[in-house]
């Protein structure tokens, strides 16, 4: 039976209902999902080598003969072992498996016997109790009819293809039912990229790429396969892109065509924005609010990201956009990640706009439901103009009098749904609200080119005045009597200082604890001093009371979890103590460092570790020690980290590329992006069909059901 893309797997041998079940938990439900799901390495074993020029240590295919072959018992396992020789010499092939699978030493004993042809690959060792005899333990195996290799074979004779396995799906199980898939294939398959890319970049058809990338001619070069550089991978890396960015450039199209609200900005309204104004702006914030401006008095929603490092002045920024909302009597709503950050930026509004007659509400899940209530209530009837919230702000019940600017905060913590509802809340038939993103994080082009092409971007690419230096250090935890001493000096100077502990509670990974510490520090090293303590298990007032008091220097020192790491603003705090800092990512300590150098005094980061590091956690301090540049920082630890980790989990699959890899295929990335929003500009002739194909690949991919 001839299959086509959409087929069932159930349409392929060997896949019943538990198989199924366990591919679809990978994502596979289709034979197009099952034919994009590429090897992430290939082996070649088309050339055999005799068994006298094996050598230890390298990896090698072995045609030879079946001496003896059968089960052997040891004390904690079992094993089966195989000899095979050819005219050069004796090969030994071990596989161990436990008591609890003894089906597989079944089925190695059914599948063996003397006098057969075999194909053995794995890395050749020296048995250790046997000097001289040559072993492969585990090898991939092919059994060969006649003495010669099966035509079909997916296992030798060829660069062999291999496959993440999927809990049981086994990388030999892939090969075999993307054989079946392939083989079974009509002749041409539809193509979705628009037809004149192919000839332009030099792309095989469909059909081709997906059989070569799979299985690959057996002259391909090994090292382009491994560089995944071949036409056939690339066709499709670019493939897998393009649609990516055209779904992103018609959801932008459509943002840019929709109906928003043209704000007015008169003088009035400039001497309102800087009468909230602490400090004299710099020029990168002009620029910025600028562009906010002009965006804002548009007929069309505005739908900007706006970056900047750790201090750059984004939350002023946005406050002053706010006041041209505002004063064109529509509502603001500020969504940010965690209570911490919600609360902060409540009270720091509060204190902007104390001699203004803006009407300002919180809305936390922490929050008494009496008080939601009310603040829903005065929402709904145009009683408050500002509310700052968490994700309490995206629950059905919240209404809207009048939206007219959505202000998403540290936006990556954040998924995409999540910034549409918000959206929503403020979308009519006549208008949308403008919407500004901001994120503290420093977005390395090739995920700015990703997750954010369908938004305009703003820097703020410079420090406000009066902000100082942060020298960081990095200490063994030894020398932690004189990182206490520095601390006290610096309090008794009138300066204050966090301590920041990866975990609250003591764990099995040896980590010290927030709490415990807590204890132990005000008892035995702080003695005198005022100790407070935030974690994120404290409820919501206790939080507030907690920061209230560190912010009025009734706390002097301050231990706590991550919980600090965005929207605390002390400008006193001169010292920030990270304990097992090669626990944390490096946006996430440079983050936490943010959280000092924000007055007029010097600071100091010092990050503390064991006498030992790992290589990659080295390579995160000794970079923290050495810069304080975030877009340095940001993309070294997306190097490390990979988009995934970098970003979490909150993107709602936007990173998880089937084929693709941001950080390796950059190139093709820009080339798909300029040619998807140029095919939207230009609109051709196949324009509507491939739409609709965007469509319903970003419902199967994302759960995305609108593209724009």
Same mark, same amino acid.
């Given at each position: 039976?001839t299959?086509?893309?959409?087929?069932?797997?159930?349409?392929?041998?060997?896949?019943?209902?538990?198989?199924?079940?366990?591919?679809?938990?990978?994502?596979?439900?289709?034979?197009?999902?099952?034919?994009?799901?590429?090897?992430?390495r290939?082996?070649?074993?088309?050339?055999f080598?005799?068994?006298?020029?094996?050598r230890?240590?390298?990896? *090698?295919?072995?045609?030879?003969?079946?001496?003896?072959?059968?089960?052997?018992?040891?004390?904690?396992q079992?094993?089966?072992?195989?000899?095979?020789?050819?005219?050069?010499?004796?090969?030994?092939?071990?596989?161990?498996?436990?008591?609890?699978?003894?089906?597989?030493?079944?089925?190695?004993?059914?599948?063996?016997?003397?006098?057969?042809?075999?194909?053995?690959?794995?890395?050749?060792?020296?048995?250790?109790?046997?000097?001289?005899?040559?072993?492969?333990?585990?090898?991939?195996?092919?059994?060969?009819?006649?003495?010669?290799e099966?035509a079909?074979?997916?296992?030798?004779?060829?660069?062999?293809?291999?496959?993440?396995?999927?809990?049981?799906?086994?990388?030999r199980?892939?090969?075999?039912?993307?054989?079946?898939a392939?083989?079974?294939?009509?002749?041409?398959l539809?193509?979705?990229?628009?037809?004149?890319?192919?000839?332009?970049?030099?792309?095989?058809?469909?059909?081709?790429?997906? *059989?070569?990338?799979?299985?690959?001619?057996?002259?391909?070069?090994?090292?382009?396969?491994? %560089?995944?550089?071949?036409?056939?991978?690339?066709?499709l890396?670019?493939?897998?892109?393009?649609?990516?960015?055209?779904?992103? *450039?018609?959801?932008?199209?459509?943002?840019?065509?929709?109906?928003?609200?043209?704000?007015?900005?008169?003088?009035?309204?400039?001497?309102?924005?800087k009468?909230i /104004?602490?400090?004299?702006?710099?020029?990168?914030?002009?620029?910025?609010?600028?562009e906010?401006?002009?965006?804002?008095?548009?007929?069309?929603p505005?739908?900007r990201?706006?970056?900047?490092?750790?201090?750059?002045?984004?939350?002023?920024?946005?406050?002053?956009?706010?006041?041209?909302?505002?004063e064109?009597?529509?509502?603001?709503? =500020?969504?940010?990640?965690?209570?911490i950050?919600?609360?902060?930026?409540?009270?720091?509004?509060?204190?902007r706009?104390?001699?203004?007659?803006y009407?300002?509400g919180?809305?936390?899940?922490?929050?008494?439901?009496?008080?939601?209530?009310?603040?829903?209530?005065?929402?709904?009837?145009?009683?408050l103009?500002?509310?700052?919230?968490?994700?309490?702000?995206?629950?059905?019940?919240?209404?809207?009098?009048?939206?007219?600017?959505?202000?998403?905060?540290?936006?990556?913590?954040?998924?995409?749904?999540?910034?549409?509802? =918000?959206?929503?809340?403020?979308?009519?038939? %006549?208008?949308?609200?403008?919407?500004?993103?901001?994120?503290?994080?420093?977005?390395?082009?090739?995920?700015?080119?990703?997750?954010y092409?369908?938004?305009?971007?703003?820097?703020?690419?410079?420090?406000?005045?009066?902000?100082?230096?942060?020298?960081?250090r990095?200490?063994?935890?030894?020398a932690a %009597?004189?990182v206490?001493?520095?601390?006290?000096?610096?309090?008794a100077?009138?300066?204050?200082?966090?301590?920041?502990?990866?975990?609250?509670?003591?764990?099995?990974?040896?980590?010290?604890?927030?709490?415990?510490?807590?204890?132990? /520090?005000?008892?035995?090293?702080?003695?005198?001093?005022?100790?407070?303590?935030?974690?994120?298990?404290?409820?919501?007032?206790?939080k507030?009371?907690?920061?209230?008091a560190?912010?009025?220097?009734?706390?002097?020192?301050?231990?706590?979890?991550?919980?600090v790491?965005?929207?605390?603003?002390?400008?006193?705090?001169?010292?920030?103590?990270?304990?097992h800092?090669?626990?944390?990512?490096? %946006?996430?300590?440079?983050?936490?460092?943010g959280?000092?150098?924000?007055?007029?005094?010097?600071?100091?980061?010092?990050?503390?570790?064991?006498?030992?590091v790992?290589?990659?956690?080295?390579?995160?301090?000794?970079?923290?020690?050495?810069?304080?540049?975030?877009f340095?920082?940001?993309? /070294?630890? /997306?190097?490390?980290?990979?988009?995934?980790?970098?970003?979490?989990?909150?993107?709602?699959?936007?990173?998880?590329?089937?084929?693709?890899?941001?950080?390796?295929d950059?190139?093709?990335?820009?080339?798909?992006?300029?040619?998807a929003?140029?095919?939207?500009?230009?609109?051709?002739g196949?324009f509507?069909?491939?739409?609709?194909?965007?469509?319903?690949?970003?419902?199967?991919?994302?759960?995305?059901?609108?593209?724009?």
């Amino acid at each position: 039976m001839t299959l086509s893309p959409d087929s069932p797997l159930s349409a392929l041998a060997g896949v019943g209902p538990r198989r199924a079940q366990e591919l679809k938990q990978r994502g596979i439900e289709s034979v197009e999902d099952l034919l994009y799901t590429l090897p992430f390495r290939y082996e070649d074993r088309i050339h055999f080598t005799p068994i006298g020029e094996l050598r230890p240590g390298r990896v *090698a295919c072995v045609e030879a003969e079946v001496l003896t072959a059968g089960p052997v018992r040891l004390r904690r396992q079992q094993s089966f072992h195989l000899a095979a020789a050819d005219p050069s010499g004796i090969l030994y092939a071990k596989w161990f498996y436990g008591y609890g699978k003894k089906y597989y030493g079944d089925y190695l004993a059914r599948t063996f016997r003397p006098g057969q042809r075999v194909v053995l690959y794995g890395k050749v060792e020296e048995d250790p109790y046997r000097p001289g005899q040559l072993q492969i333990l585990q090898p991939q195996h092919e059994i060969l009819s006649s003495g010669r290799e099966p035509a079909d074979s997916t296992e030798s004779g060829r660069i062999v293809p291999i496959y993440e396995a999927a809990g049981p799906i086994t990388s030999r199980l892939f090969r075999r039912l993307i054989y079946d898939a392939l083989g079974r294939l009509g002749p041409t398959l539809p193509d979705p990229l628009p037809p004149g890319l192919l000839p332009r970049y030099g792309f095989p058809d469909r059909r081709t790429a997906l *059989a070569q990338a799979h299985f690959p001619e057996k002259d391909t070069d090994l090292g382009q396969l491994e %560089a995944f550089r071949t036409p056939a991978q690339q066709r499709l890396i670019y493939e897998e892109f393009f649609f990516l960015q055209l779904g992103l *450039a018609l959801r932008r199209q459509r943002a840019r065509q929709a109906p928003g609200i043209s704000f007015t900005l008169s003088d009035s309204i400039r001497e309102a924005i800087k009468n909230i /104004l602490p400090f004299h702006p710099t020029a990168a914030q002009k620029r910025v609010l600028k562009e906010i401006a002009d965006d804002m008095q548009k007929p069309t929603p505005m739908n900007r990201l706006l970056q900047g490092d750790v201090g750059s002045g984004k939350t002023i920024v946005a406050f002053e956009a706010a006041i041209i909302a505002m004063e064109n009597g529509t509502q603001v709503a =500020l969504l940010a990640p965690t209570e911490i950050l919600a609360v902060q930026h409540y009270l720091y509004a509060c204190q902007r706009f104390a001699r203004t007659r803006y009407r300002l509400g919180l809305l936390v899940s922490a929050m008494p439901e009496k008080e939601k209530k009310q603040t829903r209530e005065e929402l709904a009837a145009g009683d408050l103009d500002l509310v700052v919230g968490t994700h309490a702000l995206l629950e059905k019940q919240i209404l809207f009098h009048h939206l007219g600017l959505a202000i998403v905060d540290e936006q990556h913590r954040f998924g995409v749904m999540q910034r549409l509802e =918000l959206i929503r809340k403020g979308r009519t038939a %006549a208008a949308h609200p403008h919407v500004l993103v901001m994120t503290a994080t420093p977005i390395p082009r090739t995920l700015a080119l990703t997750l954010y092409s369908d938004l305009e971007m703003s820097g703020l690419d410079e420090l406000p005045p009066g902000r100082s230096p942060i020298e960081t250090r990095w200490v063994k935890e030894e020398a932690a %009597a004189g990182v206490w001493d520095f601390i006290c000096k610096q309090v008794a100077a009138g300066r204050q200082a966090y301590i920041v502990y990866p975990v609250i509670e003591e764990s099995k990974q040896e980590l010290k604890a927030a709490t415990k510490e807590y204890e132990r /520090l005000s008892r035995e090293v702080f003695h005198g001093l005022r100790v407070g303590l935030l974690h994120g298990r404290l409820s919501g007032e206790e939080k507030e009371a907690v920061m209230r008091a560190f912010n009025r220097s009734e706390i002097q020192v301050l231990v706590s979890t991550s919980v600090v790491e965005v929207g605390v603003d002390v400008p006193n705090a001169t010292v920030m103590v990270i304990e097992h800092a090669e626990r944390f990512g490096l %946006a996430q300590l440079h983050q936490l460092r943010g959280r000092i150098g924000r007055g007029r005094h010097a600071s100091t980061c010092i990050l503390m570790t064991p006498a030992e590091v790992g290589e990659v956690a080295r390579e995160r301090l000794e970079t923290l020690t050495q810069t304080q540049d975030g877009f340095k920082i940001a993309e /070294l630890d /997306l190097k490390l980290r990979g988009p995934g980790e970098f970003l979490g989990t909150r993107q709602h699959g936007f990173l998880n590329f089937r084929i693709a890899n941001l950080l390796r295929d950059h190139e093709l990335l820009v080339r798909a992006k300029e040619d998807a929003f140029n095919y939207v500009a230009q609109q051709p002739g196949d324009f509507a069909a491939t739409v609709e194909y965007v469509r319903q690949l970003w419902q199967r991919r994302y759960r995305l059901a609108q593209v724009a």
